[in-house]
């Protein structure tokens, strides 16, 4: 009984030693001494040759296990998908690797510095939207009525539109993920407090509040934006997918809102319906742009493939019913083929850019292509003068620019499959199933996405 006993206890301490290990928590720590490099992106990879092969790097982190245990994660592109290879380091081989990075950076990057890439992307955005828009809305609310915008309060919340973030930045890493939702905070932020504003107060809502919404709603997805951006390592491109399916995702709230309610959006509780829909559909946006970036790697110019698809899928049904007579379209009609078109034109912007790298310099090419397009058709719908025909041609321009930039563009493949036709023959079907009542395939077709 005793050995029995022994062997018991022996087995209980195996298995909670086992799950000791297994639930054993990794914390990231950074690639630098001085705590700024979290993450090894790929453009570092290819200019410093940190890992190699430097073809199919993706990505690098660093993770302690414990005091004298680390973990090497490095993202991988390959055949079948991108794949994660995990290396377990021992004090000494960390201590080799960051010596090796500083010697590899050294003398033209201080690799113990800080990482403000982002840093003018954030300052620039931040001075144009108070200029443009959180200037005149601090202005209205601090006004005596609320309602007329004055010249003095306006020129100095736009100059500390810049001042504030430039010193708060000063000393601070600012990535350009983190830089790119902060920004994208500034702007739909202010959405957000209208339509939170438009949810509580419905038709009652004043101008005084509905500003003063805007501005806490800005003020607080731009912080949030650049602490989760910084947090989290995310990149430039990553960021841009989570922007756009978040404003996409709030006017599609609001589409949809029209589409259920018609033409009854005026009063108190048309504009609560079309203001929680459009805070429920931004927020669905953001979780559906997150699967997005976890399923591939993005980039920025990936990115501005997927606005660009976003825009074109939006305007393509309005386009259609411009050359028509609209006098006898419903409300709802209208606005439900906009969602559609949007929802289409981003489902297409994802498979575009699924299993390819498109350069830097290719998000311009495609903007550009597709912006002279559109002037293109504006030209000849001058030609051909005829108010219906506006629409068509400006957008059948605009895509057409869209494809010759994706013609001019020169991505990299990625490692995840763009697509794969699978033709199968079977000729004992002919055979058998000549013999047989019950019917037996002779082949198959199957694309994989």
Known sequence: MTAILRSVLIALLLCAASYGAYAQIERQISFDEAGKIFVVSKSMNDEYKWFEPVETFLEARLFKMSDSAFVLEILRRADQGNERERRQLSMVEMAALRSRMQTAAAPSVDIGGLDQSGRSTLLWGSTLWSLFYYGTAVSIVFSSDGSVSSAPTYLIAGGLGYFVPALLTQNANVTAGAASLAVGGMFQG???????????????????????LSILGGVSETVAGYVIGSNTGISEGAAGVINTTEFYGAAGGALAALTIMGNVTEGDAGIRVLSGLGLVGAAGGILLGNEIIKSQHITNSDATVYALTGALGLGLPYAVLSAVSTDNVSTRVITGIGLLGAAGGLYLGTRLIDGLDYREGDGSTFLLSTLAGGVIGVGIAQLVDSPRAIGPLVWASAAGG????????????????????????NPLGLVLGARSNVPMPIGSVTYRF
């Not at 939170?196 to 107060?201: A, D, E």
């Not at 994706?406 to 697509?419: I, V, W």
């Open 402 to 425: 869209f494809l010759i930039g994706r013609a001019l563009a020169r991505p990299d493949a990625e490692g995840t499959s763009m697509g794969k036709l699978d033709v199968n023959f």
């Open 190 to 212: 202010a959405l957000h407090g209208w339509a939170l504003g438009g949810l509580i107060s419905g038709s009652n809502l004043s101008s005084r509040t509905g500003f003063a």
